[in-house]
């Protein structure tokens, strides 16, 4: 059974710095990965999606990488921004699965 | 346009009423999904609809009832709910059903703040 895990939980960094925000999945079967970001009280924005044969996606300041082979993803944020505070929530397809697999999440505070 | 609408923002509602939640998308996706999101935790799965059928169903109670009367448009119909039914309702669509290839992004709605008394 896909167990995805984000750490850590929270976050809190001030406004400028770069930094990179962790996902793990236990098996490597994968067929995507995708980034969430969701404010409270809202609904899900997606931030990226990689297919499996894929290393990395980009998109302004986000950069999204994979590797399958250890079940790591990483999703970097250049020159944070208070507007960058939210939950950043990683989730998972298997090969022919029909649904995703979500980690917990990591709450991202920017201090101005 | 990669908007899922969600209707209404907010809804309270008795123990004892029927109400419905309604979602809409005009991307001409074929893959539709109902999802329940508790405070501090990621969303759990309800329902999946792929070309307007019924395809998953998570052993989700029956007092929530779900309907696809095109591929627009996702109903969830609600009746005789319990206080810990009270969460954020979550609307999501794909192009395709997840389980085929081809890049797939879920596109997600705003959500439907229930609270149930």
């Known amino acids: 059974k896909q167990e995805v895990t984000q750490i850590p939980a929270a976050l809190s960094v001030p406004e400028g710095e770069n930094l990179v925000l962790n996902c793990s999945f236990t098996?490597?079967?994968?067929?995507?990965l995708q980034w969430f970001r969701q404010d409270p009280g809202k609904g899900l924005t997606s931030l990226l999606l990689i297919q499996s044969s894929q290393r990395e996606q980009t998109s302004g300041r986000l950069n999204a990488s994979l590797d399958k082979s250890s079940g790591r993803s990483t999703l970097y944020i250049a020159a944070s921004q208070p507007g960058d505070s939210a939950t950043y929530l990683c989730a998972v397809r298997q090969e022919g699965a029909q649904k995703l697999v979500f980690g917990q999440g990591t709450r991202l505070t920017i201090n101005p | 346009d990669t908007e899922v609408t969600q209707t209404p923002k907010h809804l309270v509602m008795g123990m004892t009423n029927k109400k419905s939640l309604k979602c809409e998308q005009h991307?001409?996706?074929?893959?539709m999904y109902w999802y329940k999101q508790k405070a501090k935790k990621p969303p759990e799965l309800m329902f999946v609809?792929?070309?307007?059928?019924?395809?998953i169903n998570e052993s989700v109670p029956s007092r929530f009832s779900p309907e696809c009367p095109n591929s627009s448009l996702l109903n969830l119909h609600l009746h005789a709910l319990q206080p810990e039914d009270s969460a954020l309702y979550l609307c999501a669509s794909t192009t395709r059903p997840l389980g085929t290839s081809g890049y797939n992004e879920q596109f997600f709605g705003p959500g439907t703040r229930l609270t149930v008394l």
């Open positions: 609809y792929s070309y307007e059928k019924l395809s």
């Open positions: 098996d490597s079967a994968i067929y995507n």
């Open positions: 991307m001409g996706h074929r893959a």
